[in-house]
Nanobody
Framework: QVQLVESGGGLVQAGGSLRLSCAASGPTSAMGWFRQASGKEREFIAAITVSTFSVRGGSTYYADSVKGRFTISRDNAKSTMSLQMNNLNAEDTAVYYC?????????????????????WGQGTQVTVSS
């Protein structure tokens, strides 16, 4: 069982930036970020795979809504994953969740569905004021 703990959420003005972090208690393969706004379904944001050649991870994949504004990264040596969020707008307001799975490789595009992940964090609130 892998425990995931998110941090870094908060209140920010539109156009601002936040950096979310996710700490894992054990080894993981693909990891991802999802978010859920009030009254809406959980939405995929970004995914990153593990690489045998770099502690910084393998391939990445983003939802169109965040592409060019958000950057996902990981540090396997520290068992952490981050999400750098720039140019935030009100539509980014949501509870953000990190997710992970123990097995799997390949392309990050394969991990855009919530049911691909076995482990979830408790979520961290991001509120963007306009």
């Amino acid at each position: 069982q892998v425990q995931l703990v998110e941090s870094g959420g908060g209140l920010v003005q539109a156009g601002g930036s936040l950096r979310l972090s996710c700490a894992a208690s054990g080894p993981t393969s693909a990891m991802g970020w999802f978010r859920q706004a009030s009254g809406k379904e959980r939405e995929f944001i970004a995914a990153i795979t593990v690489s045998t050649f770099s502690v910084r991870g393998g391939s990445t994949y983003y939802a169109d809504s965040v592409k060019g504004r958000f950057t996902i990264s990981r540090d396997n040596a520290k068992s952490t994953m981050s999400l750098q969020m720039n140019n935030l707008n009100a539509e980014d307001t949501a509870v953000y969740y990190c997710a992970a799975r123990f097995y799997g490789g390949g392309n990050a595009r394969d991990y855009s569905r919530a049911n691909e992940y076995a482990y979830w964090g408790q979520g961290t609130q991001v509120t963007v004021s306009s």
